[in-house]
């Protein structure tokens, strides 16, 4: 069936985008935009989120719910905009209790389109700690064990774990897409030839289950050793000021700077090429952008074994692994500065290893399997 404008319906968790705030979401919208008539994004309202056009074909709309009236509210607005018309494609973001989820199965049962799910994370994956992150999980799992049973195809960024979650939730290997969500601009995202000016450096959202205060625990063990150790923190979040009461109160305060959310990709680039390492101590990631950003700049990486990273990383040659435990964090983090000709091999190593992401390659990969099962639907 050929479409010679065609039409899709997201619904995402992304919560920056409607605010008018830069970032990978934003940058994926530009760049899918030529390849699609309309899309329609329906997101979670934030302060200062607004409806907005964006590229001329791209309409956010932020919605306001409550947390379980979320479904029927992002039903309710994706029926008001596409009115009485069939959408090409509905594609929902899977996540927390599965609201865009719920929304996307039933606006497509309704117009016979096809339903595609992506899974960008799981909590507990690889290994669930606590009650909050098994129930997050369970969730997830019966989504795909129910409703999602009636996607066209379930999309997965990473090839391990996510890929193995899956498959334990029914979802079969032919319905199952691996389309990564790391698109690296290798003009920006590159080796630099500045001096170092942090040691370490770490981004991610000041969020449970990213391991920050694991991390700067890490830092302070770092410094018995190493007392000159820099620091660099990207990020914002709701943990924000736990995370800087933590530093005063590990008196490593003056050796670590809190940068805040940095948007804009040249600026991160930088800050990726002027540091010697990169770290991550999450539990649980579905890409993750941040590490795969750093190694592209030619940053060696101390990582837990999570997302697509196993699949990344050589322990030894590009970075190193870590259990994410603050004394393991510690040791890795001092092995890799000890040794500067080893710590520069390993960053020439590491940027080698992202030349798969690119950009333009993987967007193009991505819209091109979307709208071939667009096209080939037919309302079954």
């Known amino acids: 069936m050929a479409l010679s404008a065609p039409s899709l319906v997201l619904f995402s968790g992304d919560r920056r985008t409607a605010r008018g705030e830069p970032g990978s979401f934003a940058d994926l919208l530009e760049r899918l935009a030529p390849w699609w008539g309309s899309i329609d994004v329906f997101c979670p309202y934030r302060e200062g989120a607004s409806p907005r056009v964006l590229h001329g074909r791209v309409r956010l709309h932020p919605v306001r719910a409550g947390r379980f009236a979320a479904p029927f509210a992002y039903l309710a607005a994706a029926r008001e905009t596409v009115g009485g018309a069939r959408p090409d494609l509905v594609v929902s973001h899977l996540y927390g209790l599965c609201a865009g989820a719920l929304a996307g199965d039933r606006l497509a049962r309704e117009r016979r389109s096809p339903h595609i799910l992506e899974i960008h994370g799981v909590p507990g994956l690889p290994v669930a ?140 680039a930088s800050i990726y090429q002027t540091s010697r390492l990169f770290v991550l101590a999450s539990e649980h990631e579905g890409g993750p952008r941040a590490p795969i950003e750093a190694m592209a700049c030619g940053t060696p990486v101390v990582v837990t074994r999570v997302g697509l990273l196993p699949e990344v990383v050589r322990h030894g040659e590009n970075g190193l692994f870590t259990t994410g435990s603050p004394t393991d964090l510690a040791r890795q983090m001092l092995a890799v500065l000890a040794d500067e000709g080893a710590r520069r091999r390993m960053g020439e190593a590491a940027a080698a290893a992202t030349s798969a992401f690119d950009r333009d390659r993987l967007v193009a990969r991505y819209a091109d399997a979307y709208l071939a099962i667009a096209r080939g639907w037919t309302g079954s």
């Open 129 to 268: 700690r606590g009650v909050r992150q098994r129930v997050e999980k369970g969730i997830l799992a019966a989504y795909l064990r129910g409703p999602g049973r009636r996607a066209a195809a379930v999309r997965i960024v990473s090839g391990s774990e996510l890929a193995r979650f899956a498959a334990r939730c029914g979802v079969p290997r032919n319905r199952t897409l691996l389309l990564p969500a790391v698109y690296l601009d290798h003009e920006v995202y590159r080796p630099g030839a500045g001096e170092a000016v942090h040691d370490v450096v770490w981004a991610s959202r000041f969020v449970p289950g990213k391991g920050l205060e694991r991390f700067l625990d890490a830092v302070a063990l770092a410094a018995r050793e190493r007392p000159s150790i820099s620091v660099a923190v990207v990020g914002d979040g709701p943990l924000g000021e736990h995370a800087r009461r933590r530093a005063e109160e590990l008196g490593i305060a003056r050796r670590v700077q809190f940068l805040g959310w940095i948007a804009d990709a040249r600026e991160l």
